[in-house]
């Protein structure tokens, strides 16, 4: 069976659609609404010429067909064994088919979906819609065998008019959706390529008198508090605000609101209302608010905006980019519990129902358009749709289907016109489109550097020079003189920065200490919120995120859609924990010196008086007293300074206990419970040591002298190979003894670093293979020394190495080590890092420490750790990065606990500290695996202590590790003590 192929013209036509409802507001009403979500049957055809012809007849038998819900992704259905309808691809700016436009392959996956449904008896007369919230990325209606229309642009609503078509009684409903159209050529965002009725649609009556649409203006004057309400409706309607005084009143106003409470992300304020009309109830929501840019820099309600943001993508592991309500608002409470206060819908509209939530909780919004056209750079931006006056129409029709539906929502505080679609014409035509239809908003654009139609001076992925060059507005110079001079008047947002790739990102709280800094820097949004991992099983049943290239696409980009800050199940990786400190509101400084507090209120809108400030002192880890303290709020934007509390002071002048350490630590939490975090959840802290850690090796009094017998040295209970020197037992305790280690299993920054990976020049250096030669043992009368030489195959530099071992006899207990390597030679490249590794007998299982915690850090990722005592399972010590890599360090950990089920392992000491890593497997095992299913517990658990590591950055998009945090070949020493238990 086949069809005409001119019945089908429309999928590579440039119109984005036929017989469509002009765009309007979502709002919802007492009209009745007929949802439409479900089992509907469905059919999937290769391509047109294998659609099945009369499907859309009311009277199809479509008895044979199998079924699918609505919403839904196609390509996911099966998931997380076999898919059902063709796999899912991934690609990030290569397009998965000819640049060709706006032709598209014949080998076209088609979804035809049937439903049929009951016209409730008491259906109104007058007209009614039928809905469409997102169909990806094109599609054909029929209603009752009438066709209505077609549409494109994936992330957008379309509706019908189908009163002509509707019958009482049963209907019958048709939809056929092709999965590439002219519109995949505006949508090749960085993401999994998903096709189907992916979000809900809807029956709608729209009753004699029931409005179309209205759009709600609601000002705000920070200099007199008050507020002014104007509802433009389409039609006659009555107003009614009860908390404003505002009954049965004309909607436009305009309303004076004298005294409102404004909306902010802080305080999300909204005034419940109704618009009532001959046909319907309308209920509103309204906020009141003012966004403006003066003097270069942008205001809310007159007060600067500062963006902790992050880009979301709407995403679940099992359901592609269908959400349920559980999973918006499991995105908005982790943001707001992580002090995350804006999101960039990157990079189309997310489901509306996700902006209600953000009205509702307080997240400030740069609303998206459906629009990216990327894969043209790999073209040299030969055709772009941009700046094609065929296209114009497809791009003005995007941009009003946005700002329409969205227009009420007071989040929205900034329209996106799209991401990396070039430059051209056409986004000049939707800027100005938009400032015409909704002047009381800014516009985004990141792509056109110079700038000239856009209200702020957008950046993606600017290392912290440039940054900080923005900031005091010495920036490089743009080519055009009058667009360069423009350009330096606008404010500075990074749209995005800091990607958060695997482990990492590093280098969050040097941005933010530039944002904090320079008025015109408004802060950013790190990309990502969340990996775009899909569930999958192995053929034996292991569970694990699946990427680009797993479903056996032809052209693919790996695991570079795994980069948020959440996984895929939207558990929280380091990088949020990281990314919640680095952006506290509320910043302490415990001051040990002057005995003073000091907090200094970032927050927009709130004075400190929802927090409660709590102060507590550990000696050693152990905790010697707590209580609060009695700060009078602080206002937004000020400094409060407090003197230490009697109780606090006098437990610091106590005496301690020798090589004891002491530090006080100050928290803010949450007064009462909010609606996003009970009473008690903390928001930012600080912790300064009074007395630090002790530098003190302890000295070997009465050193005890190696005694040789049967191959092995014994040096109190350890026991070496007197061939090779290595330390082989401790106590009983099987040990692989100690060797320098430098390698790391390469993390995502490493492996793509930009201008070259870094792990290609760790690989090029031979740093995964390294060799290790004994140049000297020797026993003396201080110990055991062993000197070795350790260096790739055919390379001329080295580290030279050597092992001191000494035990006391006052202590025979303690084998101490006191390490010192140096390069010989020149290394081409950063060292991932310098320290050794062993290896320890399989049943430990539990690691104790006094150090840095409780999650993992590295030099460059350090905000969020605190020194504390800490415990957890050597299982639990593993972060699942999608792609298996380095992960899990602890850092400056003074004493650790390694212990089986019996209690019995190995203490470690560092003086002053060490890095620890402790997993079931190794770093080639880490590095080898593509996915943690291939990760296997061997039976020895491997420890790594570190010197130093080389920092995490974020490299893999974005500027390589800032050069303090770079680590080179150098000289290091690492003192250690090893007590069995
Ligand atoms: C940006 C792009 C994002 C994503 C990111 C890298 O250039 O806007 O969509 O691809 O890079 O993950």
Redesign the pocket.
């Known amino acids: 069976m086949t069809s005409e192929p001119t019945a089908h013209d429309y999928l590579e036509s440039l119109s984005p659609g036929r017989g469509r409802e002009r765009p309007r507001a979502a709002f919802t009403s007492d009209a009745p609404a007929l949802n439409l979500t479900g089992t509907w049957r469905f059919h999937l055809a290769a391509g047109l010429p294998q659609v099945v012809d009369g499907f859309q007849d009311a009277g199809f038998d479509d008895s044979g067909w199998g079924t699918i819900p609505v919403p839904s992704c196609w390509q996911m259905e099966g998931l997380p064994g076999e898919p059902r309808f063709g796999p899912p691809a991934y690609t ?2 290569v397009y998965p088919f000819p640049v060709d436009p706006p032709h598209v392959p014949d080998a076209n996956p088609t979804g035809e979906y049937r439903r049929e449904f009951l016209l409730p008896g008491n259906w109104p007369e007058g007209r009614t819609l039928l809905r469409f919230e997102g169909v990806d990325s094109c599609f054909a209606v029929w209603l009752n065998s009438t066709l209505l229309g077609n549409g494109k642009g994936s992330r957008l609503p379309t509706e019908f008019d189908v009163t002509d078509a509707l019958r009482p009684g049963r209907n019958v409903l048709a939809v056929r959706v092709h999965q590439w159209s002219s519109g995949s050529y505006l949508e090749d ?2 993401m999994w390529w998903l096709s189907g009725i992916f979000r809900p649609v809807t029956l709608l009556s729209r009753p004699a008198g029931a409005l179309t649409d209205f759009f709600v203006h609601a000002d705000y004057d920070h200099l007199t508090g008050d507020g002014t309400l104007s509802v433009q409706a389409d039609g006659p309607a009555l107003l009614t605000v009860p908390a404003l005084g505002i009954v049965e009143a004309d909607p436009a106003g305009p309303h004076p609101a004298p005294d409102v409470i404004p909306w902010s992300a802080e305080q999300p304020h909204l005034y419940e209302g109704e618009l009532v009309t001959d046909g319907e109830r309308v209920p509103l929501r309204i906020g009141f608010r003012r966004i403006e840019v003066v003097d270069g820099v942008i205001l809310a309600n007159g007060r600067p905006l500062l963006f902790r943001g992050v880009n979301r993508h709407e995403w679940h592991p099992g359901t592609g980019r269908t959400l349920s309500h559980e999973d918006m608002l499991t995105d908005v409470l982790l943001m707001k519990r992580h002090n995350i206060n804006s999101v960039r819908t ?2 189309y509209p997310p489901d509306s129902a996700f902006l209600d939530l953000c009205d509702a909780y307080g997240l400030w919004v740069v609303d998206e358009c459906d629009l990216e056209t990327h894969g043209f750079g790999l073209v040299g931006w030969k055709g772009n749709p941009s700046d094609d006056p065929r296209w114009r129409e497809a791009y003005l029709d995007r941009m009003r289907r946005m700002v329409e539906r969205d227009k009420n929502h007071p989040s929205v505080v900034m329209w996106s016109l799209g ?2 679609a070039g430059t051209g014409s056409n986004l000049a035509a939707m800027a100005a489109w938009t400032k015409d239809r909704d002047p009381d908003r800014l516009i985004h654009y990141e792509g056109d550097y110079n700038c000239p139609y856009t209200d702020v001076f957008s950046l ?1 992925y600017a290392d912290h020079g440039e940054v900080g060059l923005l900031g005091r507005g010495q920036e490089a110079v743009a080519a055009d003189p009058a667009l360069d001079a423009r350009r330096r008047q606008l404010p500075v947002i990074l749209c ?1 920065y800091a ?1 958060a ?1 695997g482990n990492g990102p590093g280098g969050l709280s040097e941005y933010q200490e530039l944002f904090e800094a320079h008025p015109r820097l408004h802060g950013g949004f790190v ?2 919120w969340i990996d775009h991992g899909v569930r999958r099983r192995t053929p034996e049943g292991r569970e694990h995120f699946a990427y680009g290239g797993d479903f056996g696409e032809p052209v693919h980009d790996d695991n ?1 859609c795994c ?1 948020g800050l959440v996984f895929a199940d939207r558990s929280p990786s380091p990088g949020l924990t990281e990314y919640k400190k680095a952006v506290e509101p509320v910043r302490i400084t415990v001051d040990t010196t002057s005995r003073t507090i000091r907090v200094r209120n970032l927050l927009h809108t709130l004075d400190t008086a929802h927090l409660r400030f709590r102060w507590s002192v550990e000696d050693n880890g152990q905790p010697r007293g707590d209580g609060e303290l009695a700060l009078q709020p602080v206002p937004a934007g000020a400094d409060g300074v407090l003197l230490w509390p009697e109780a606090l002071n006098k437990l610091c002048d106590a005496p301690l206990e020798d090589g004891e350490e002491r530090w006080v630590t100050v928290v803010a939490e949450l007064a009462a419970d909010e609606s996003w975090a009970p009473n008690g959840h903390e928001i930012a802290w600080d912790q300064a040591a009074v007395v630090g850690p002790a530098p003190e090796v302890p000295a070997v009094v009465r050193p005890l002298v190696p005694v040789l017998a049967d191959g092995t040295y014994t040096l109190g209970t350890a026991v070496f190979d007197s061939a090779s020197g290595t330390l082989t037992a401790l106590g009983g305790l099987q040990i692989d003894g100690p060797r320098l280690d430098l390698w790391r299993a390469p993390i995502d920054n490493d492996l793509r670093t930009w201008n070259g990976p870094l792990a290609e020049a760790w690989r090029k250096a031979g740093l995964d293979r390294l060799e290790h030669r004994l140049v000297g043992l020797r026993p003396h009368d201080g110990g055991l020394e062993v000197v070795t030489r350790t260096a790739p195959a055919g390379a001329d530099f080295a580290m030279r190495t050597v092992f001191r071992w000494a035990v006391d006899a006052e202590d025979p207990g303690l084998l101490q080590l006191a390490l010192t390597t140096e390069p010989l030679g020149t290394w081409p490249c950063p060292l991932p890092r310098i320290g050794i590794r062993m290896a320890l007998p399989g049943d430990i299982e539990t690691v104790d420490w006094f150090g840095l915690g409780p999650g993992e850090a590295y030099s460059d990722t350090t905000a969020a750790v605190r020194v504390g005592r800490f415990g957890a399972a050597v299982d639990d010590l593993q972060t699942p990065y999608v792609l298996p890599q380095e992960n899990g360090n602890r850092p400056q950990v003074r004493h650790a606990r390694l212990t089986g089920p019996d209690g019995a392992g190995l203490t470690v000491t560092g003086y002053p500290h060490t890095d620890l890593t402790v997993r079931r497997w190794t770093s080639e095992d880490l590095d080898a695996a593509r996915h943690t299913s291939d990760l296997r517990p061997r039976d020895r658990v491997y420890v790594n202590l570190d010197a130093a590591q080389h920092g995490i950055g974020s490299g893999a ?1 974005g500027p390589r590790t800032q050069p303090q945090f770079q680590l080179d070949a150098r000289p290091v020493t690492l003192t250690l003590g090893f007590r069995p238990c």
């Open positions: 990030n700016q965002q960085d990157s990079h991401n990396e993606m995005e990607h790739m990309w990502e570079f980069d998009c």
